[in-house]
């Protein structure tokens, strides 16, 4: 029978984050959920008594990685063991979601598996596991999570330090052919306005200066304000930038189709709103897209491109990929290459299609080799690379805000974020974390900027020199 540990021991959970920010959020509020239980977030499997593996199902890989992982679990789990020390090892996330009991059938160290809409049971799930292993609870519960989900300490906020995510919108209704989400989060659901705005105030108060808005659709959020109506994203946009102490605001993921005029305009508009856009649009060619079930084509990907530079010329666009889709000819894949030329990025996700059962993609005919795909992707890959070094390049001699986060890894080195998300790296005081302070840009890495603090000259050599 499973030894508990003694109920006056203090417990320690660790949760391993895969896949997609969304992931990173929900890592965190598990951590919270635990921690109301008394339970410490540590960063190592090593010290927890409660293993938390939150997956990723997006593609086959990202699935495939968790059993390589739970692998390493059942030795750690028995080296416990040994040492007369119970742990326990759950599996959350999409992987969860989408297999379910198969996971404990088919890996053994394995407690309990719990979906991304009912991790605020995990106490009780939990409690079940220590009694009998083997716990799945892969429900859509009819209750709402975040209303039961208790809200992060301060404590533990200002340990995550001074950028935060979100969660506003969740699920999908989209169902592009290729797309687990639908089935892996459910249907598209968005967060009311209060309950974010509560949130937003909560961490903004333990000295969080950044916000990201998360959802899988986050431009269709469309969340119930105070007064009853809906509001649209850049309406809640608007009201969180009036937030005290909160500086910045991003959002992702974006879908073409549901790019309205109201946040286009914010971009214009609404300083605290970055100039950085992430707006997927998987594919160049039109056969493709209809294919993908994306419902937009490319030129009206152009447009929305033009429209969104019109107001705000000085955004970083990003975008995903996917090479390979079955069916893909060298004609379609050229219209990819040439969209991404016509666009030109600041960066982009690039992903060869992984079949992912269930979805009619899988199903389709034309599925294209493996050596093809990866031979695409190479080709896209080093397209967008030198796009990536262009727009770094276009940066240095710039001066832009910086949002300093930490110290640096080299000594008097401080490290933050431009408006474009990019890392910017400073020789600098200490104190300068938490503070946004104009930078110009000296030199560009493969990925981060090197900078000097702005009418700062002489400061900057003492401290260069220290
Ligand atoms: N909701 C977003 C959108 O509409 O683009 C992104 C969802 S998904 C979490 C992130 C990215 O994974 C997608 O944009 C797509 O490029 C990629 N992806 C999704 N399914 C895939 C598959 N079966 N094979 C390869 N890449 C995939
Ligand atoms: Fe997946 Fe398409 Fe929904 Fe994005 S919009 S989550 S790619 S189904």
Avoid at 230 to 249: C, K, Q, S
Avoid at 317 to 324: C, K, M, Q, R
Avoid at 430 to 443: H, K, M, N, Q
């Amino acid at each position: 029978m499973s030894q508990s540990p003694p109920k006056s021991a203090p417990k320690a959970v660790y949760v391993k984050s895969y896949g997609c920010q969304m992931n990173v959020y929900d890592s965190q509020r598990m951590a919270d959920v635990m921690g109301a239980e008394g339970y410490r977030e540590v960063a190592t499997p090593e010290e927890a008594d409660l293993i938390l593996l939150n997956t990723c199902h997006i593609r086959e890989r990202a699935a495939e990685k968790v059993y390589s992982e739970l692998g390493r679990m059942r030795v750690l789990k028995e080296e416990a063991k040994a040492a007369g020390r119970d742990v326990l090892v759950g599996v959350a996330g999409c992987v969860a979601q989408a297999e379910g009991e198969e996971i404990v059938r088919r890996a053994r160290v394995v407690d309990l598996v719990v979906g991304p809409q009912s991790y605020h049971r995990l106490p009780d799930l939990v409690a079940r596991a220590a009694q009998k292993p083997g716990v799945v609870d892969t429900e859509f519960p009819a209750e709402d999570k975040f209303t039961k989900l208790p809200t992060a300490t301060a404590a533990s906020t200002r340990s995550r330090g001074l950028t935060a995510f979100v969660t506003v919108q969740e699920g999908c209704d989209k169902f592009c052919t290729f797309c687990v989400v639908p089935y892996t989060r459910g249907a598209e659901v968005s967060r009311p306005v209060a309950q974010v705005l509560a949130e937003v105030e909560k961490l903004a108060a333990a000295g969080v200066r950044e916000i990201t808005l998360l959802g899988q659709n986050v431009n269709a959020y469309h969340g119930v304000g105070p007064e009853g109506k809906e509001w649209t994203l850049a309406r809640l946009l608007y009201r969180l930038a009036e937030v005290p102490g909160i500086a910045r605001l991003r959002y992702t993921t974006s879908h073409p189709r549901e790019l309205g005029e109201d946040l286009i305009a914010a971009h214009r508009d609404l300083a605290a709103l970055m100039p950085y856009l992430h707006l997927p649009v998987q594919s160049g060619s039109d056969a493709v897209l209809k294919r993908m079930n994306r419902k937009h084509g490319r030129d009206e990907y152009f447009r929305l491109v033009d429209r969104i530079r019109e107001a705000q010329p000085d955004i970083a666009l990003t975008s995903d990929f996917i090479v390979g889709f079955p069916g893909e000819t060298d004609a379609d894949f050229a219209d990819t290459l040439d969209l991404v030329r016509r666009v030109g990025f600041a960066s982009a996700y690039t992903f060869a299609y992984s079949a992912r059962p269930g979805t009619p993609g899988a199903e389709m005919d034309g599925h294209l080799p493996e050596p093809l795909k990866t031979s695409r992707l190479h080709e896209l890959q080093a397209l967008v690379a030198g796009q990536q070094r262009d727009f770094q390049e276009s940066l240095v001699g710039r001066t832009v805000d910086v949002l300093f986060e930490k110290p640096g890894r080299k000594p008097g080195q401080v490290v933050g974020r431009s408006p474009h998300l990019l890392p910017v790296q400073v020789i600098g005081p200490s104190s300068l974390v938490g503070s946004i302070v104009p930078v110009r840009i000296t030199a560009t890495k493969t990925n981060s900027l090197d900078g000097v603090l702005v009418g700062d000259d002489h400061m900057m050599s003492v401290h260069a020199a220290e």
